[in-house]
């Protein structure tokens, strides 16, 4: 994918990234840590980040597109090599979301008024000491998911807008040429 309505696609792709991975991070922690969240918000939270693991690569492909077709810059280079590791904040988001969901899934099959009978379970989801490995878990890689997009996009605005604006107004009285 090159470009969405005349634009190239990775300046559009990356806002979906760069707002849902934080987001599905965001909803991992809550959902690892907080029963009612867990309830609500897993399942809708273990599609969002499988679907943030779909855009990354859609997202960094479209990125190595543009980028064959701007002037280069050491800005640019350090933009696409975090950029590339954009896949591996979001799996694990993805993974231990998924996780999350399933052990809740589980523990409602076991405790629930549906209950089945000598129904075999996985991941162990009525285990104390398993749900806090989880939550830590959660913790450590939702951190670091909002803080790897936080340098991605970071790197990113830096190369795009780095000497591309003046300081000061060269259009003082804010009035463009069709105003």
């Known amino acids: 994918m090159s470009t969405i309505n005349g634009l ?11 707002v849902l991975l934080p987001l599905s991070a965001l909803l991992l922690v809550l959902t690892a840590v907080w029963p009612d969240a867990r ?16 855009l990354v690569p859609l997202t960094t492909g479209a990125g190595e597109w543009l980028e064959r077709r701007v002037p280069g810059s050491v800005l640019l280079h350090e933009h696409t090599e975090l950029g590339d590791t954009a896949i591996y904040y979001a799996i694990p988001v993805a993974v231990l979301a998924l996780l999350v ?5 589980e523990a409602t099959a076991v405790t629930g008024a549906g209950e089945t009978p000598g129904r075999r379970t996985y991941l162990a989801p009525l285990s104390t000491a398993v749900t806090a490995v989880v939550a830590v878990a959660a913790v450590v890689a939702g951190a670091a998911g909002v ?22 107004a060269t259009n003082p009285g804010g009035e463009g040429p069709h105003d």
């Open 39 to 54: 309830r609500r918000l897993a399942g809708p939270n273990a599609l969002l980040a499988v679907v943030v693991v779909a």
């Open 101 to 105: 969901w399933w052990r809740h899934r």
């Open 8 to 18: 190239p696609a990775h300046i559009l792709l990356v806002h979906a990234v760069v």
């Open 147 to 168: 803080y790897g997009m936080y340098r991605i996009g970071d790197s990113g605005a830096k190369a795009a807008w780095t000497d591309g604006f003046s300081s000061t």
